[in-house]
């Protein structure tokens, strides 16, 4: 195998816009060389090209590719994956979903990864967007239900506090795969990620009410929650009382 050779195809048939083509190149290489073989080309792939391929996920088929990206290589994928501009977020959905719960990921692993690159917890707040008003209903109730819930936020204390509290409902009651239990294995598996996302969720959301674009709301020294301060470490309670930075 001329590994730099087939690198240089695929991120050539990339550049070109053949992803399908750039997908069968790894995959044929899986098929003929072994799995072993395409770990050492991923390995040596740029996250952007990783993520051209893997964005583009269809659960009509089996993507070997999706198959074998490693929780790091996954990682650096999502927190570029903003650049595409995605506002309907359905290609960072998909291919969270097809990934971190695949049949023998330890979606943790997936998530611990996310969070100790900068951007993880933006990424993160991208995939729950459309879900805010439920995800505070879950972080105050424990569950998803609005009907239920005050519409009033928890303070930053108050929500680690309840990150550590039994769940009210099980993991086998909401796994779906999908966002309901991608939000239950963070608040009770990765506290400390799922304060870091939710606090970017409300400084989207306050920008939306505001009238002015994330980013724009974002970078204003107001004293609101700075999405370079929402990664793992900087923008916890605990952090915020020591004003310690974060060791990323």
Not at 45 to 67: F, G, T
Not at 106 to 113: K, L, R
Not at 141 to 160: C, K, P, Q, W
Request: contains cysteine; glycine residues 6%.
């Amino acid at each position: 195998m001329n590994t730099l050779a087939l690198i240089a195809k695929t991120q050539s048939l990339i550049a070109a816009g053949d992803i399908v083509g750039a997908e069968f190149a790894l995959v044929e290489l899986a098929d003929t060389e072994g799995d072993a073989a395409l770990m050492v080309v991923l390995e040596q792939l740029p996250p952007k090209d990783i993520l051209a391929i893997i964005r583009e996920y269809d659960n009509s088929k089996e993507s070997v590719i999706n198959l074998m990206v490693t929780p790091e290589q996954f990682a650096r994928a999502v927190v570029i994956e903003k650049q595409y501009k995605d506002l309907t977020r359905t290609h960072l959905r998909g291919m969270l979903n097809s990934i971190i719960f695949r049949d023998d990921a330890d979606p943790v692993e997936f998530m611990n990864a996310i969070g100790d690159l900068d951007g993880g917890s933006e990424a993160l707040a991208d995939y729950f967007e459309e879900k805010w008003s439920r995800i505070e209903a879950f972080a105050r109730t424990g569950t998803f239900d609005t009907v239920e819930d005050d519409g009033e936020m928890l303070s930053e204390t108050a929500l680690l506090a309840s990150a550590y509290v039994k769940p009210s409902l099980e993991q086998d009651e909401v796994a779906d795969q999908d966002w309901m239990e991608l939000a239950w294995i963070l608040r009770y598996q990765c506290p400390d990620l799922f304060i870091e996302m939710l606090l970017v969720l409300r400084a989207k959301a306050r920008a939306f009410e505001a009238g002015l674009g994330t980013d724009e709301e974002l970078d204003e020294d107001d004293g609101k929650v700075e999405t370079g301060d929402t990664d793992r470490g900087k923008a916890t309670p605990a952090a915020r009382e020591s004003d310690e930075e974060s060791a990323i």
